[in-house]
């Protein structure tokens, strides 16, 4: 079974400063897609970045960056210039290709961003 | 253009009762997604409703269902609430073709005393 795993419960990180937040994965699927939700205390997941498992290349979205190694089933998500906006939880979640549209969550990494 | 809308926003039961929890898709779209997240933890996927009709379902007991009504909006029901019911519970929703992103609202928080 794919499990997601967040081994970072909470992180802080200085405004205009980058963090890393890291999320590794167990599946022996080859095809899949990775993603990371931001859910602020209005509760709203929102979508942050998405990786898809057959492209080599990180995917980018503004200041928000991954760290894609396939091998290592690992999944970081990197934050440049951090906002105080950026403060929420993060989830990474998987997708398997085979069991069609069912999303795997981690438990998620609580961001403090500080003046 | 309307996000996904849940309702209601906080709902209060008690032990044994039946909860009822509404989702409003994104126009367009037509898959439904209901995820439970209990404090402290991560997303558990609940079920997938897909043109009216359930698609998957997460481990979960029968207490738990639903269904999708024709304009693709979504219930769940819990019957029996139990204690560990209290929760977030997230509907999504995403286009068919494009299921790999979904779009999710803001979530009923069920309290179940």
């Known amino acids: 079974a794919q499990t997601v795993t967040q081994s970072q419960p909470e992180m802080s990180v200085q405004e205009a400063e980058t963090v890393t937040l890291s999320c590794t994965y167990d599946?022996?699927?080859?095809?899949?897609?990775l993603f990371w939700y931001k859910q602020p205390p209005s509760r709203q997941m929102i979508l942050v970045i998405r990786?898809?498992?057959?492209?080599?290349q990180n995917a980018t979205e503004n200041r928000f960056s991954v760290n894609f190694q396939k091998a290592a089933k690992s999944f970081s998500l990197k934050i440049s210039d951090s906002q105080l906006g950026d403060a929420a939880m993060y989830f990474c979640?998987?997708?398997?290709?085979?069991?069609?549209?069912?999303?795997?969550f981690g438990s998620g990494t609580k961001l403090n961003v500080k003046p | 253009e309307a996000g996904v809308t849940q309702s209601p926003t906080h709902l209060i039961k008690t032990r044994g009762q039946q909860a009822t929890l509404r989702c409003s898709p994104i126009s367009g779209h037509t898959s439904v997604y209901w995820y439970q997240q209990a404090l402290g933890l991560g997303l558990q996927f609940l079920l997938w409703y897909d043109e009216g009709e359930e698609r998957n379902r997460g481990n979960f007991p029968p207490r738990f269902s639903g269904r999708q009504f024709p304009n693709y909006s979504s219930e769940l029901n819990v019957n029996a609430l139990e204690l560990e019911d209290s929760a977030l519970y997230l509907c999504?929703?995403?286009?068919?073709?494009?299921?790999?992103?979904?779009?999710f609202g803001a979530g009923t928080r069920l309290s179940v005393l």
């Open positions: 990786q898809e498992a057959y492209k080599q």
């Open positions: 599946t022996s699927e080859s095809d899949y897609y």
């Open positions: 999504a929703s995403s286009l068919e073709s494009d299921g790999d992103i979904q779009y």
């Open positions: 979640a998987y997708r398997s290709l085979y069991n069609f549209n069912k999303f795997y």
